[in-house]
């Protein structure tokens, strides 16, 4: 197991806007380390740069973001929406 990303190795339910305000700090700060890597192009939809997305919000109504591990190459996604009463998810890609 990658030891700079061991951390976020695991399936998060954001279903609350605690949960997600958490794993934005969280995601935040690997990026700001340098451990993750935000791929923009992955997104399936136009999203605003993921430093502008404040952790304690206002959110859009749809977040999507893609990282991955500088170390390892494990890919992440934060997926949420937010429109449909705050479904959402973190989780390893497959
Ligand atoms: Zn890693």
């Known amino acids: 197991m ?9 399936t998060w339910p954001l279903t609350t806007p605690l949960a997600l ?17 935000v791929d923009a192009d992955a997104a399936s939809q136009p999203m605003p740069p ?5 952790p304690q919000g206002p959110w859009s109504d749809d977040l999507e973001y893609h990282f991955h591990c500088r170390h390892c190459g494990e890919r992440f996604t934060l997926f949420v929406e937010t429109h449909q009463g705050s479904s959402g998810q973190w ?4």
């Open 91 to 94: 989780f390893v890609e497959p």
């Open 50 to 54: 993921f430093a502008e997305v404040e």
């Open 2 to 10: 990658c030891p700079a990303c061991h951390e976020l190795c695991m």
């Open 21 to 37: 305000s958490a794993a934005l700090r969280l995601a935040r700060g690997f990026v700001a380390d340098g451990t993750l890597a």
